[in-house]
């Protein structure tokens, strides 16, 4: 995958079309959708790609995912309208080469149906097709946690870069809640999940040291989140990721916001936005 290129034009006749039959930017979720969709679903995946090519010699990764749980409420619609624009602005003005996006969803793997959803690495308009897939359950279990750990070790031992192993440079992953991780990965959720026969448990701290020797790795809460601002989950995130951990004021600003994050230059140094808090 991440081959063609992004076009604003053709984003924009998507979105004029679907305004005019009114079709929702989640079809499939709003269709009735209570399973994931097979093109999104990580069991049996054995690796995502994000490759070099002649049309994109330099690709950089970027994966975008986000809780779809009931606390995040209209959240989700309000980033989807958005997320599509970041890779128009990432070209636009220059700030990383040959820039692929992976989208994703997270839920929790106690409760949900579909507890985790998975792109393809894309650089065109594909991944909106990948967004109007996802199912936004809407459940989420209790305690104001939710399987954010689940995704990252999906992340941290499915997927391969031409960016890490050509040029031992990191991509950079987003995931955009306002819960908890918890604690540790189970045996028993990865193979039910993802299909993978882990014989134990992988506390979430190890699993995350695993998954930053490939990825700048950054939390962001939307304050307009049901958990926006709640303090205990900056702190449990903080003290993961410690300055990679930014609270979003003002949902309009979330391409800027991630965009800011990743430069050419100096990609473990993040920027600040003016409508983003660091910790």
Known sequence: MGSGRWSTDVYAAAEHYR?????????????GAREVHPDLDPHGVFMRECRDSDEHPESTPIVVM????????????????????????????????????????????????????????ESDNRMDEDLSKIVLEGGGGGGKRESYELA?????????????????????LFLIGD???????????????????????????????ELRRKFEVFFILPTAASNGGDQQVLRAWRDLLGQHVLELDDLDEVCETIARQVTTDS???????????RL
């Open 19 to 31: 305004a005019a039959t009114g079709q929702s930017a989640f079809a499939y979720s709003d269709g």
């Open 66 to 121: 986000f809780d779809v749980t009931g606390s995040m409420r209209h959240v989700p619609r309000v980033l989807q309208a958005r997320l599509p624009q970041l890779l128009g602005l990432l070209t636009r003005q220059g700030r990383v080469t040959d820039p692929q996006i992976m989208f994703g969803a997270i839920g929790d793997a106690t409760c949900d149906r579909v507890p985790l959803q998975v792109g393809q690495f």
């Open 152 to 172: 990252m070790y999906f992340l941290a031992r499915h997927v391969v870069t031409d960016s890490m192993v050509r040029r031992q440079r990191k991509g950079f």
């Open 179 to 209: 819960e908890m991780p918890y604690d540790r990965v189970e045996p028993g959720q990865v193979g039910k999940v993802i299909g993978d026969d882990l014989r134990q448990a992988i506390p979430t701290r190890d699993l995350l040291a």
């Open 267 to 277: 990609p473990s140094t993040p920027q600040l936005s003016l409508t983003t808090r």
